[in-house]
């Protein structure tokens, strides 16, 4: 059997990754949502395993020296990372894989896998970027500038990009989404069994 | 502006190329069909620029002479191809553009476009291609043997396919073909202007 795709959904800040991947997870067979782990404590209703792989700080520090993560980053004061190990058992099973992270980590990853898929997921505009951190109500204005001036960044890193996916609907882009996990799941390498 | 797609859909004879065609193309914006070119005689209710461009037989030598078919062939003493012109005016326009040819030409066009994505429909099995050539009506016992083992070859030339599509149900390879060309509109290399 041949191995499942690794698929790296990415995008600035406020670009809407997750609302996509609400869409489309559920409307797809045999695709696996990868859960981070984190040294941060578990807020309300978050459970090990679902929301966050719960580690204590030197449990997170021994499976770094074990390179045991894909990408892992230290975020005030916190760890976190992406196990490989549940990643690789799915991939090895013929399962699709999709990791939802930080454009940093996403770029650490396809240097480590350069076969997976890298889709950058944008908004409209600066400015509709802009409105929706806003609309968070819990950013700073600080915080919003230097979330703008990181995803102008993030623009600049395009050749490192399989896949650009415009969320200026949430149907349409998980649409686009859904079709290229899809559409890889086609390409003859996959599919090769069939021919014999 | 980025230049359309080239997407060649191929496959053995009774494979249904056409049926899952025939879903795909009124569902998409922005994709054009290439229409063939032959200097057989129409046949009634076939209009010429609709179902093929019909040429004189002249007309097509010369043709040839000008490099102008991306592929050609003489089947039963009528000469066949697609003219290359309709195709990169669209593609130029930044339209996808789609072949639907035999697996021959196919090789050839791919062998010219190596950017252009070849998509090889198949049925679920030969005994099924076999039902379906049979229940053509049409086919000599001669005719069937020959293009049961013609579809046996084009099986061993997947490494110069991009995608196989299992047409065992209609709606689903039609799904999957559309997945094909929809992902690839969303290819950085088509997008890159988002980022600017």
Known sequence: MSKGNLFIVTGPSGAGKGTVLGRVMPSMEDLHYSV???????????EDGVNYYFLRKEQFLEMIGQGAFLEHAEYVGNYYGTPAGPVDECLNKGMDVVLEI??????????????AKLVFIIPPSFSDLELRLRSRGTETEETIAKR?????????????????????????????????????????GRRINLLR
């Open 36 to 46: 981070s782990a984190t040294t941060r404590a578990p807020r309300e209703g978050e």
């Open 102 to 115: 930080e454009v940093q980590g996403a770029l650490i990853v396809k240097q480590k896998r350069p076969e």
């Open 148 to 188: 703008l001036e990181k995803a102008r960044e993030e623009y600049q890193m395009a050749d490192q990009y399989d896949y650009i996916v415009l969320n200026d609907k949430v149907e349409k882009a998980a649409d686009e989404l859904r079709a290229i996990i899809l559409a890889s799941r086609c390409a003859v």
